[in-house]
């Protein structure tokens, strides 16, 4: 799959958010990559920033945007399939979006967004 198929399979995913959710996000960049980083490189997704939960009354405005990454070659070395790539980018967006909103892994797991 091209950089630009998997962009788009990003893109896809982040339209599947419900409205009511997608308009909560605050201040946060969802940006793709191709190599996760080389201390964890099968890696598919990363966020970082401080989760709305965490963001206090005097949370600095103007702060630079929290950012969640998907990592593109990682994905498709797990995945077999097209399909499989876009259910697991899906899965990846989600996943990573819940952080934003202060979900941690544990509850996640709990969940069945592992």
């Known amino acids: 799959m091209s950089r630009a198929e998997f962009e788009d399979a990003v893109r896809d995913a982040l339209d599947e958010i419900p409205t ?4 909560q996000m605050d201040n946060v960049v969802v940006l793709v ?11 598919l997704g990363v966020y970082e920033g401080f989760p709305l939960t965490e963001r206090g009354e005097f949370w600095a405005a103007g702060s630079l945007p929290d950012r969640i990454t998907i990592f593109r070659r990682p994905t498709l070395a797990m995945c ?3 399909d499989e790539v876009v259910d697991e ?3 990846t967006v989600v996943h990573e ?3 934003h909103f202060g979900i941690d892994d544990e509850r996640l797991h709990e969940l069945g967004w592992a």
């Open 33 to 43: 990559e191709d190599d996760a980083p080389p201390e964890d490189p099968d890696l």
């Open 80 to 82: 077999e399939s097209r």
């Open 97 to 99: 979006i819940a952080h």
């Open 89 to 91: 980018v899906a899965i």
């Open 20 to 23: 009511e959710l997608a308009a």
